[in-house]
Protein backbone atom coordinates (compact mmCIF):
# COMPACT_ATOMS: atom_id res chain seq x y z
CA UNK A 1 0.00 0.00 0.00
CA UNK A 2 1.59 3.38 -0.95
CA UNK A 3 1.31 6.66 0.82
CA UNK A 4 1.61 8.64 -2.16
CA UNK A 5 2.01 7.75 -5.71
CA UNK A 6 4.91 9.98 -6.18
CA UNK A 7 7.35 11.67 -3.47
CA UNK A 8 9.34 14.61 -4.61
CA UNK A 9 12.22 15.41 -1.99
CA UNK A 10 12.43 19.51 -2.63
CA UNK A 11 10.54 21.51 -2.95
CA UNK A 12 12.36 24.91 -4.52
CA UNK A 13 10.89 25.82 -7.35
CA UNK A 14 11.75 22.59 -9.36
CA UNK A 15 9.96 20.47 -6.77
CA UNK A 16 6.80 22.71 -6.59
CA UNK A 17 6.46 23.12 -10.45
CA UNK A 18 6.97 19.16 -10.68
CA UNK A 19 4.02 18.63 -8.24
CA UNK A 20 1.35 21.20 -9.70
CA UNK A 21 2.22 19.11 -12.77
CA UNK A 22 1.58 15.64 -11.21
CA UNK A 23 -1.54 16.97 -9.17
CA UNK A 24 -3.39 18.82 -12.21
CA UNK A 25 -3.42 15.50 -14.30
CA UNK A 26 -4.83 13.55 -10.95
CA UNK A 27 -1.60 11.91 -8.99
CA UNK A 28 -1.52 11.59 -5.68
CA UNK A 29 1.75 13.57 -4.96
CA UNK A 30 3.67 15.03 -1.98
CA UNK A 31 6.54 17.00 -1.27
CA UNK A 32 8.99 16.54 1.42
CA UNK A 33 11.15 19.61 2.30
CA UNK A 34 13.04 20.60 4.97
CA UNK A 35 12.63 24.20 4.98
CA UNK A 36 9.94 24.52 8.24
CA UNK A 37 8.65 27.45 5.66
CA UNK A 38 8.66 28.52 2.06
CA UNK A 39 10.99 31.57 3.16
CA UNK A 40 14.46 31.62 0.95
CA UNK A 41 17.87 32.31 2.62
CA UNK A 42 19.71 34.76 0.79
CA UNK A 43 19.65 35.87 -2.85
CA UNK A 44 19.23 33.08 -5.38
CA UNK A 45 17.84 33.48 -8.77
CA UNK A 46 16.45 36.39 -10.28
CA UNK A 47 14.06 36.04 -12.89
CA UNK A 48 12.05 34.47 -15.53
CA UNK A 49 13.25 33.69 -19.39
CA UNK A 50 10.61 33.81 -21.99
CA UNK A 51 9.72 29.67 -22.23
CA UNK A 52 9.48 29.70 -18.92
CA UNK A 53 6.84 32.63 -18.78
CA UNK A 54 5.09 30.41 -21.93
CA UNK A 55 5.18 27.13 -19.52
CA UNK A 56 3.19 29.16 -16.79
CA UNK A 57 0.77 30.87 -19.13
CA UNK A 58 0.02 27.07 -20.38
CA UNK A 59 -1.09 26.31 -17.14
CA UNK A 60 -3.24 29.61 -16.36
CA UNK A 61 -0.81 30.90 -14.03
CA UNK A 62 1.79 33.43 -15.65
CA UNK A 63 -0.30 36.29 -14.68
CA UNK A 64 0.64 35.75 -10.99
CA UNK A 65 4.39 36.20 -11.48
CA UNK A 66 3.90 39.16 -14.46
CA UNK A 67 2.03 41.03 -11.59
CA UNK A 68 5.17 40.52 -9.59
CA UNK A 69 7.89 41.03 -10.98
CA UNK A 70 9.50 43.72 -13.54
CA UNK A 71 9.34 42.79 -17.15
CA UNK A 72 12.48 43.39 -18.96
CA UNK A 73 14.74 42.35 -21.37
CA UNK A 74 16.77 39.79 -19.37
CA UNK A 75 18.52 37.42 -22.09
CA UNK A 76 22.09 37.92 -21.95
CA UNK A 77 25.49 35.93 -23.01
CA UNK A 78 28.25 37.37 -20.69
CA UNK A 79 27.47 40.99 -20.71
CA UNK A 80 26.70 40.94 -23.78
CA UNK A 81 22.60 42.66 -23.69
CA UNK A 82 20.32 40.47 -26.08
CA UNK A 83 17.05 41.86 -26.98
CA UNK A 84 14.30 39.49 -27.87
CA UNK A 85 11.66 42.00 -28.66
CA UNK A 86 11.06 41.31 -32.09
CA UNK A 87 10.55 37.46 -31.69
CA UNK A 88 7.47 36.19 -32.12
CA UNK A 89 6.34 35.02 -28.86
CA UNK A 90 3.34 36.96 -26.81
CA UNK A 91 5.63 36.98 -23.96
CA UNK A 92 9.46 38.89 -26.00
CA UNK A 93 11.26 39.54 -22.90
CA UNK A 94 12.07 37.87 -19.35
CA UNK A 95 10.96 38.66 -15.65
CA UNK A 96 13.01 40.26 -13.36
CA UNK A 97 11.93 38.76 -9.92
CA UNK A 98 13.89 37.12 -7.07
CA UNK A 99 13.57 34.03 -6.59
CA UNK A 100 11.74 33.96 -2.55
CA UNK A 101 9.04 35.59 -5.06
CA UNK A 102 8.67 32.68 -7.33
CA UNK A 103 8.72 30.12 -5.17
CA UNK A 104 5.61 31.95 -2.75
CA UNK A 105 3.84 31.82 -5.84
CA UNK A 106 4.23 28.39 -6.80
CA UNK A 107 3.69 27.43 -3.64
CA UNK A 108 0.13 28.84 -3.65
CA UNK A 109 -0.90 27.74 -6.55
CA UNK A 110 0.11 24.16 -5.37
CA UNK A 111 -1.80 24.75 -2.59
CA UNK A 112 -4.62 25.33 -4.31
CA UNK A 113 -4.15 21.78 -5.90
CA UNK A 114 -4.23 20.57 -2.17
CA UNK A 115 -0.51 18.74 -2.48
CA UNK A 116 0.40 17.90 0.84
CA UNK A 117 3.74 19.18 1.82
CA UNK A 118 5.87 17.27 4.42
CA UNK A 119 7.79 20.48 5.90
CA UNK A 120 10.83 20.52 8.22
CA UNK A 121 11.57 16.72 6.79
CA UNK A 122 13.98 15.73 5.13
CA UNK A 123 14.47 12.26 2.97
CA UNK A 124 17.51 10.62 4.60
CA UNK A 125 17.45 7.50 3.06
CA UNK A 126 15.75 5.01 0.42
CA UNK A 127 15.54 1.52 -0.75
CA UNK A 128 13.45 0.77 -4.18
CA UNK A 129 12.20 -2.86 -5.54
CA UNK A 130 9.87 -3.85 -8.04
CA UNK A 131 6.88 -2.02 -7.38
CA UNK A 132 7.83 1.34 -5.60
CA UNK A 133 10.11 2.77 -2.84
CA UNK A 134 10.44 2.88 0.65
CA UNK A 135 11.40 6.70 1.85
CA UNK A 136 12.73 7.32 4.93
CA UNK A 137 11.81 10.78 6.93
CA UNK A 138 14.72 12.93 9.35
CA UNK A 139 12.16 12.56 11.70
CA UNK A 140 11.89 8.66 11.86
CA UNK A 141 9.06 8.03 9.81
CA UNK A 142 8.52 6.07 6.52
CA UNK A 143 6.53 6.27 3.50
CA UNK A 144 5.76 4.21 0.77
CA UNK A 145 6.02 5.48 -2.84
CA UNK A 146 5.72 4.00 -6.79
CA UNK A 147 8.26 7.08 -7.52
CA UNK A 148 10.88 9.20 -5.60
CA UNK A 149 12.04 12.16 -7.56
CA UNK A 150 15.15 14.13 -6.45
CA UNK A 151 14.43 17.86 -6.93
CA UNK A 152 16.81 18.90 -3.95
CA UNK A 153 19.79 20.57 -5.10
CA UNK A 154 23.19 20.03 -6.42
CA UNK A 155 24.15 18.16 -3.12
CA UNK A 156 21.39 15.56 -3.96
CA UNK A 157 21.32 12.52 -1.36
CA UNK A 158 18.60 11.15 -3.83
CA UNK A 159 21.30 11.27 -6.78
CA UNK A 160 24.22 10.06 -4.84
CA UNK A 161 22.24 7.40 -2.67
CA UNK A 162 20.81 6.05 -6.34
CA UNK A 163 24.48 5.56 -7.53
CA UNK A 164 24.03 7.82 -10.28
CA UNK A 165 26.98 9.63 -11.68
CA UNK A 166 28.09 13.31 -11.43
CA UNK A 167 30.52 13.73 -14.36
CA UNK A 168 31.66 17.28 -15.14
CA UNK A 169 34.14 19.95 -14.45
CA UNK A 170 35.77 21.26 -11.03
CA UNK A 171 35.65 24.75 -10.19
CA UNK A 172 37.86 27.70 -11.71
CA UNK A 173 36.35 30.37 -10.18
CA UNK A 174 34.50 31.42 -6.74
CA UNK A 175 32.10 33.91 -5.22
CA UNK A 176 30.80 35.00 -2.02
CA UNK A 177 27.15 36.32 -2.07
CA UNK A 178 25.54 37.86 0.82
CA UNK A 179 23.09 39.89 1.92
CA UNK A 180 24.63 42.10 4.93
CA UNK A 181 24.16 46.04 6.82
CA UNK A 182 27.02 48.05 6.23
CA UNK A 183 28.24 51.12 8.19
CA UNK A 184 29.40 53.22 5.46
CA UNK A 185 28.38 54.11 2.28
CA UNK A 186 29.90 51.85 -0.26
CA UNK A 187 30.69 52.23 -4.32
CA UNK A 188 27.26 50.57 -5.41
CA UNK A 189 26.80 48.93 -8.92
CA UNK A 190 28.64 46.03 -10.29
CA UNK A 191 32.47 45.89 -10.91
CA UNK A 192 34.23 44.12 -13.53
CA UNK A 193 38.67 44.39 -12.74
CA UNK A 194 41.53 42.11 -12.71
CA UNK A 195 40.44 40.83 -9.73
CA UNK A 196 36.97 39.41 -11.10
CA UNK A 197 33.61 40.22 -10.34
CA UNK A 198 31.73 42.08 -7.74
CA UNK A 199 28.91 44.17 -6.93
CA UNK A 200 27.29 45.78 -4.22
CA UNK A 201 23.19 47.13 -3.92
CA UNK A 202 20.67 47.39 -2.14
CA UNK A 203 17.61 45.48 -1.76
CA UNK A 204 14.14 46.41 -3.04
CA UNK A 205 12.77 47.19 -0.37
CA UNK A 206 15.04 49.10 1.58
CA UNK A 207 16.51 46.48 3.27
CA UNK A 208 20.23 45.15 3.54
CA UNK A 209 22.65 45.13 1.15
CA UNK A 210 23.22 42.48 -1.53
CA UNK A 211 27.02 41.62 -1.85
CA UNK A 212 28.94 39.45 -4.00
CA UNK A 213 32.65 39.71 -4.40
CA UNK A 214 34.78 37.32 -6.59
CA UNK A 215 37.66 35.50 -4.21
CA UNK A 216 41.16 35.38 -4.41
CA UNK A 217 41.79 32.39 -3.33
CA UNK A 218 39.89 29.20 -4.68
CA UNK A 219 39.10 25.59 -3.14
CA UNK A 220 37.38 26.48 -0.09
CA UNK A 221 34.86 23.80 1.41
CA UNK A 222 33.45 25.48 5.05
CA UNK A 223 30.78 27.34 5.06
CA UNK A 224 31.79 31.10 4.38
CA UNK A 225 32.02 33.57 7.49
CA UNK A 226 31.44 37.31 7.83
CA UNK A 227 35.20 37.37 8.29
CA UNK A 228 35.62 35.21 4.77
CA UNK A 229 33.10 37.86 3.19
CA UNK A 230 35.21 40.75 5.06
CA UNK A 231 38.44 39.73 3.63
CA UNK A 232 37.21 39.28 -0.01
CA UNK A 233 35.87 42.78 0.21
CA UNK A 234 38.95 44.23 1.55
CA UNK A 235 41.27 42.59 -0.91
CA UNK A 236 39.07 44.08 -3.84
CA UNK A 237 38.14 47.69 -2.81
CA UNK A 238 40.18 47.89 -0.23
CA UNK A 239 37.51 48.06 2.83
CA UNK A 240 35.14 45.78 4.06
CA UNK A 241 32.53 48.82 4.68
CA UNK A 242 31.66 47.61 8.07
CA UNK A 243 29.59 45.25 7.07
CA UNK A 244 27.88 43.49 10.09
CA UNK A 245 24.48 41.59 10.99
CA UNK A 246 24.50 39.11 8.18
CA UNK A 247 21.15 36.99 7.26
CA UNK A 248 22.54 35.10 4.45
CA UNK A 249 26.27 34.58 3.16
CA UNK A 250 26.88 31.80 0.80
CA UNK A 251 29.59 30.77 -2.04
CA UNK A 252 28.93 29.70 -5.45
CA UNK A 253 31.73 28.97 -7.97
CA UNK A 254 31.48 27.45 -12.06
CA UNK A 255 32.00 23.98 -11.34
CA UNK A 256 30.07 22.11 -14.14
CA UNK A 257 28.19 18.90 -14.08
CA UNK A 258 25.62 16.65 -15.17
CA UNK A 259 24.35 13.66 -13.79
CA UNK A 260 25.04 10.66 -16.43
CA UNK A 261 21.51 9.78 -16.14
CA UNK A 262 18.25 11.57 -15.11
CA UNK A 263 16.89 7.91 -14.22
CA UNK A 264 17.37 4.95 -12.12
CA UNK A 265 14.64 2.39 -11.54
CA UNK A 266 11.90 4.19 -9.91
CA UNK A 267 14.16 7.44 -8.68
CA UNK A 268 14.49 10.33 -10.90
CA UNK A 269 16.19 13.46 -10.99
CA UNK A 270 15.42 17.20 -11.77
CA UNK A 271 16.99 20.51 -11.59
CA UNK A 272 20.12 20.92 -9.91
CA UNK A 273 20.23 17.65 -8.48
CA UNK A 274 20.61 16.55 -12.38
CA UNK A 275 22.60 19.51 -13.35
CA UNK A 276 24.85 22.72 -12.01
CA UNK A 277 26.64 25.35 -13.53
CA UNK A 278 27.76 28.75 -13.31
CA UNK A 279 24.43 31.29 -13.02
CA UNK A 280 25.75 33.17 -16.39
CA UNK A 281 22.66 34.03 -18.11
CA UNK A 282 19.90 33.26 -15.69
CA UNK A 283 19.26 29.72 -16.91
CA UNK A 284 19.14 27.40 -13.82
CA UNK A 285 15.75 28.05 -12.39
CA UNK A 286 14.70 28.12 -15.70
CA UNK A 287 16.21 24.88 -16.64
CA UNK A 288 14.66 22.97 -13.93
CA UNK A 289 11.16 24.36 -14.14
CA UNK A 290 11.09 23.24 -17.40
CA UNK A 291 12.73 19.60 -16.37
CA UNK A 292 9.40 19.13 -14.42
CA UNK A 293 7.34 20.08 -17.20
CA UNK A 294 8.58 17.52 -19.27
CA UNK A 295 8.50 14.99 -16.53
CA UNK A 296 5.26 15.38 -15.20
CA UNK A 297 2.44 14.48 -17.51
CA UNK A 298 4.79 11.61 -18.24
CA UNK A 299 5.16 10.48 -14.73
CA UNK A 300 1.47 10.29 -14.21
CA UNK A 301 0.77 8.61 -16.90
CA UNK A 302 2.74 5.91 -16.10
CA UNK A 303 1.70 5.64 -12.66
CA UNK A 304 -1.89 5.85 -13.83
CA UNK A 305 -1.16 2.86 -16.26
CA UNK A 306 -2.47 4.34 -19.57
CA UNK A 307 1.04 4.12 -20.80
CA UNK A 308 4.44 2.02 -20.43
CA UNK A 309 6.70 2.43 -18.25
CA UNK A 310 9.52 3.23 -20.86
CA UNK A 311 7.78 6.44 -21.31
CA UNK A 312 10.40 7.96 -18.93
CA UNK A 313 13.01 7.40 -21.04
CA UNK A 314 12.12 10.12 -23.27
CA UNK A 315 12.84 12.42 -20.06
CA UNK A 316 16.11 11.68 -19.99
CA UNK A 317 16.45 11.61 -23.79
CA UNK A 318 15.06 15.06 -24.42
CA UNK A 319 15.89 16.67 -21.38
CA UNK A 320 19.83 15.84 -20.74
CA UNK A 321 20.91 17.20 -24.07
CA UNK A 322 19.18 20.33 -23.20
CA UNK A 323 20.92 20.85 -20.15
CA UNK A 324 23.83 19.64 -21.65
CA UNK A 325 23.71 23.02 -24.07
CA UNK A 326 23.00 25.38 -21.05
CA UNK A 327 26.52 24.11 -19.45
CA UNK A 328 28.53 24.21 -22.50
CA UNK A 329 27.12 27.97 -23.35
CA UNK A 330 27.95 28.47 -19.05
CA UNK A 331 31.47 27.73 -19.45
CA UNK A 332 31.96 29.74 -22.69
CA UNK A 333 30.60 32.92 -20.65
CA UNK A 334 33.16 32.20 -18.15
CA UNK A 335 35.25 31.97 -20.91
CA UNK A 336 34.29 35.73 -21.48
CA UNK A 337 34.09 37.24 -17.89
CA UNK A 338 37.57 35.87 -16.54
CA UNK A 339 39.50 38.77 -15.21
CA UNK A 340 40.00 41.08 -18.02
CA UNK A 341 43.24 40.63 -19.63
CA UNK A 342 43.83 42.66 -23.34
CA UNK A 343 43.14 39.15 -24.78
CA UNK A 344 39.92 38.35 -22.76
CA UNK A 345 38.57 42.06 -24.22
CA UNK A 346 39.58 41.54 -27.38
CA UNK A 347 37.49 38.05 -26.82
CA UNK A 348 34.76 40.34 -25.70
CA UNK A 349 34.53 43.26 -28.79
CA UNK A 350 34.98 40.47 -31.24
CA UNK A 351 31.94 38.51 -29.37
CA UNK A 352 30.04 42.05 -29.07
CA UNK A 353 30.36 42.56 -32.54
CA UNK A 354 28.86 39.52 -33.66
CA UNK A 355 26.25 39.57 -31.64
CA UNK A 356 25.29 42.84 -32.69
CA UNK A 357 24.29 40.76 -35.92
CA UNK A 358 21.13 40.16 -36.55
CA UNK A 359 21.08 36.57 -37.48
CA UNK A 360 23.71 35.44 -34.40
CA UNK A 361 21.42 37.29 -31.82
CA UNK A 362 18.64 35.89 -32.75
CA UNK A 363 20.03 32.28 -32.47
CA UNK A 364 21.70 32.72 -29.00
CA UNK A 365 18.96 34.69 -27.70
CA UNK A 366 16.74 32.32 -28.74
CA UNK A 367 19.24 29.89 -26.69
CA UNK A 368 19.70 31.67 -23.74
CA UNK A 369 15.48 32.34 -23.44
CA UNK A 370 14.60 28.35 -24.11
CA UNK A 371 12.26 29.84 -26.91
CA UNK A 372 14.38 27.26 -29.30
CA UNK A 373 14.61 24.32 -27.51
CA UNK A 374 13.95 20.99 -29.70
CA UNK A 375 13.46 17.52 -28.96
CA UNK A 376 14.77 15.27 -31.57
CA UNK A 377 11.32 13.42 -32.28
CA UNK A 378 12.45 12.83 -35.82
CA UNK A 379 13.09 13.69 -39.02
CA UNK A 380 9.80 16.31 -40.25
CA UNK A 381 8.02 19.55 -40.39
CA UNK A 382 10.29 22.24 -38.23
CA UNK A 383 7.56 22.35 -35.83
CA UNK A 384 8.40 18.87 -34.94
CA UNK A 385 9.44 18.62 -31.44
CA UNK A 386 9.33 22.59 -30.69
CA UNK A 387 7.34 24.28 -28.99
CA UNK A 388 3.39 24.97 -29.89
CA UNK A 389 3.12 28.76 -30.64
CA UNK A 390 0.52 30.64 -28.97
CA UNK A 391 -1.59 31.72 -31.84
CA UNK A 392 -5.19 33.71 -31.89
CA UNK A 393 -7.54 30.86 -33.11
CA UNK A 394 -11.18 31.35 -33.85
CA UNK A 395 -13.14 28.17 -32.66
CA UNK A 396 -16.72 27.21 -33.29
CA UNK A 397 -17.36 29.69 -29.43
CA UNK A 398 -15.08 32.45 -30.94
CA UNK A 399 -11.46 33.41 -30.63
CA UNK A 400 -9.32 31.09 -28.63
CA UNK A 401 -5.60 31.05 -28.02
CA UNK A 402 -3.45 28.08 -28.12
CA UNK A 403 -2.03 28.60 -24.58
CA UNK A 404 -5.89 28.34 -22.77
CA UNK A 405 -6.49 24.95 -24.59
CA UNK A 406 -3.33 23.24 -22.07
CA UNK A 407 -4.41 24.67 -18.83
CA UNK A 408 -5.40 21.58 -17.73
CA UNK A 409 -1.98 19.73 -18.68
CA UNK A 410 -3.98 17.62 -21.43
CA UNK A 411 -2.68 16.87 -24.79
CA UNK A 412 -4.60 18.39 -27.76
CA UNK A 413 -5.12 17.20 -31.61
CA UNK A 414 -5.44 20.86 -33.06
CA UNK A 415 -7.00 20.81 -36.63
CA UNK A 416 -6.83 23.55 -38.83
CA UNK A 417 -8.32 21.22 -41.98
CA UNK A 418 -12.03 20.37 -42.47
CA UNK A 419 -14.16 20.05 -39.83
CA UNK A 420 -14.06 16.83 -37.87
CA UNK A 421 -10.29 15.99 -39.56
CA UNK A 422 -7.93 13.92 -38.21
CA UNK A 423 -10.01 10.00 -36.70
CA UNK A 424 -8.58 9.75 -33.30
CA UNK A 425 -11.83 8.01 -31.86
CA UNK A 426 -9.75 5.11 -30.07
CA UNK A 427 -7.38 7.75 -27.98
CA UNK A 428 -10.78 10.46 -27.34
CA UNK A 429 -10.73 9.43 -23.85
CA UNK A 430 -6.92 10.76 -23.44
CA UNK A 431 -6.69 13.63 -26.08
CA UNK A 432 -8.91 16.76 -27.23
CA UNK A 433 -9.90 17.55 -30.38
CA UNK A 434 -10.43 20.95 -31.63
CA UNK A 435 -11.57 22.14 -34.91
CA UNK A 436 -9.99 26.09 -35.61
CA UNK A 437 -9.12 28.19 -37.59
CA UNK A 438 -5.84 30.10 -38.31
CA UNK A 439 -5.17 32.87 -41.31
CA UNK A 440 -1.52 34.54 -40.04
CA UNK A 441 1.74 32.97 -40.47
CA UNK A 442 3.25 30.20 -38.58
CA UNK A 443 6.40 31.93 -37.72
CA UNK A 444 9.30 30.21 -35.16
CA UNK A 445 12.20 31.67 -33.10
CA UNK A 446 15.32 32.04 -35.02
CA UNK A 447 13.94 29.22 -37.62
CA UNK A 448 11.46 32.21 -39.22
CA UNK A 449 8.26 31.61 -41.56
CA UNK A 450 7.61 27.89 -41.62
CA UNK A 451 4.85 26.09 -43.92
CA UNK A 452 1.52 26.37 -42.21
CA UNK A 453 0.09 22.51 -40.96
CA UNK A 454 -3.16 21.02 -41.42
CA UNK A 455 -3.26 20.14 -37.60
CA UNK A 456 -0.96 19.42 -34.69
CA UNK A 457 -0.49 17.51 -31.56
CA UNK A 458 0.64 18.84 -28.80
CA UNK A 459 2.02 17.41 -25.78
CA UNK A 460 0.86 18.70 -22.28
CA UNK A 461 4.25 20.34 -22.04
CA UNK A 462 3.48 22.44 -25.34
CA UNK A 463 5.77 20.42 -27.42
CA UNK A 464 4.52 18.88 -30.66
CA UNK A 465 4.21 15.46 -31.24
CA UNK A 466 3.09 15.25 -34.70
CA UNK A 467 2.57 17.72 -37.61
CA UNK A 468 -0.50 17.15 -40.50
CA UNK A 469 -0.12 17.65 -44.03
CA UNK A 470 -3.20 16.62 -45.45
CA UNK A 471 -2.82 13.39 -44.32
CA UNK A 472 -3.14 11.15 -41.33
CA UNK A 473 0.07 9.26 -41.88
CA UNK A 474 2.19 8.76 -38.76
CA UNK A 475 -0.66 10.13 -36.63
CA UNK A 476 -1.78 6.79 -35.02
CA UNK A 477 2.30 5.91 -34.03
CA UNK A 478 2.40 9.38 -32.60
CA UNK A 479 -1.05 8.72 -30.49
CA UNK A 480 0.18 5.56 -29.36
CA UNK A 481 4.15 6.58 -28.07
CA UNK A 482 3.32 9.84 -26.11
CA UNK A 483 -0.72 8.58 -25.02
CA UNK A 484 -0.88 5.21 -25.16
CA UNK A 485 -2.37 2.14 -27.49
CA UNK A 486 -5.58 2.51 -28.69
CA UNK A 487 -9.17 1.73 -26.36
CA UNK A 488 -11.45 -0.87 -28.16
CA UNK A 489 -13.89 0.78 -30.11
Not at 48 to 53: D, G, K, N, P, Y
Not at 62 to 87: E, H, M, N
Not at 257 to 281: F, I, N
Request: glycine share 12%; hydrophobic share 40%.
Amino acid sequence: MTDHAVIIAGGGPTGLMLAGELALAGTDVAIVERRAGQDVAGSRAGGLHARTIEVLDQRGIADRFLAQGQVAQVAGFAFIRLDISDFPTRHNYGLALWQNHIERILAGWVEELSVPIYRGREVTRFAQDDTGVDVALSDGKSLRTDYLVGCDGGRSLIRKSAGIEFPGWDPTTSHLIAEVEVAREPEWGMRHDISGIHGLSRMEDGGPVRVMVTEQQLGATSEPTLSDLSAALVAVYGTDYGIHSPTSISRFTDMTRQAASYRQGRVLLAGDAAHVHYPAGGQGLNTGVQDAVNLGWKLARVVKQTSPESLLDSYHAERHPVAARVLRNTMAQVALMRRPDDRVKALQETMSDLLGMDAPRKRIAAMMSGLDIHYDLGEGHPLLGRRMPDLDLIAAGGPLRVYTLLHKAEPVLLNLGEPGGPDITPWADRVRQIDAQYAGAWVLPALGTVTAPSAVLIRPDGHVAWVGDQTQAGLADALTMWFGPPAAV
